[in-house]
């Protein structure tokens, strides 16, 4: 039986709880003024992900606000997080935002198209989490491989695509037709590679979840 629906949702989203003020503020302005950023059962996920894994060094590919960052290193007070943020006007709120707390020796916001900016960073990484231009996935990834740390963790958010990629129904305007093959070419490369191991989840809007080979 499916379980997954709106009643279900709402629920779980009325149990979350905000890491702290500044943080519940932040994504309280970023909902109002629709700026995507992850979702709340996303991001519970995500920071129990964190804590288990205790990686040194992050990734993270697409900033919007900064709000995932600051969550992250909030999480992880003796990492150093990377993020990159391809629209300048956000990348310089993002930077605005985790100056304001007090995270800027910690978080490094990087402007710039992620494909190129990809090229230019050494790592290695042990944690990644790609969150930009969903039609850009497979690159994020290709370029994410050679800079990671064996048997480090790469999460992918929206990989549904709010159902498109399940049932083109949900698309009926086809706005998105190429949004929805790339991702599902995407999802079908991740969980066929021999290099990594991966699940899909039905959490927030889709997220994926692998894990490198060593």
């Known amino acids: 039986m499916n379980i997954i629906n709106d009643k279900v949702t709402a629920y779980i989203d009325a149990l979350y709880q905000p890491m ?21 059962d996303t991001e519970t996920f995500l920071m129990n992900l964190l804590r288990i894994r205790k990686p040194v060094k992050i990734l993270e590919i697409g900033t919007a606000v900064g709000y995932s960052a600051a969550c992250m290193a909030k999480t992880c007070p003796f990492s150093r997080i990377i993020t990159i943020e391809a629209d300048p006007q956000i990348g310089m709120t993002a930077r605005k ?14 402007l710039g198209p992620g494909q190129e900016v990809l090229d ?11 969150d930009a231009s969903k039609s850009n996935y497979r690159t994020f990834w290709d ?19 709010k159902g498109m990629i399940v049932s083109e129904e949900y698309d ?3 706005k998105h037709k190429t949004h929805i ?34």
């Open 20 to 40: 702290d003020s500044r943080l519940a503020l932040l994504r309280q302005q970023a909902e109002e003024d629709n700026v995507p950023i992850i979702l709340r």
């Open 97 to 110: 935002n985790i100056e304001m707390l007090g995270l800027q020796d910690r978080v490094q916001v990087i």
């Open 120 to 130: 230019q960073l050494t790592g290695p990484f042990d944690f990644v989490f790609i």
């Open 143 to 161: 370029k994410t491989l050679p800079i990671c740390s064996s048997e480090a963790v790469i999460v992918c958010d929206n990989v549904l695509l």
């Open 172 to 174: 009926p305007r086809k």
């Open 181 to 214: 093959r790339k991702l599902r070419d995407f999802l079908t490369h991740i969980t066929q590679t021999d290099c990594a191991d991966t699940s899909l989840l039905p959490i927030g809007d889709g997220v994926s979840f692998s894990v490198l080979k060593g």
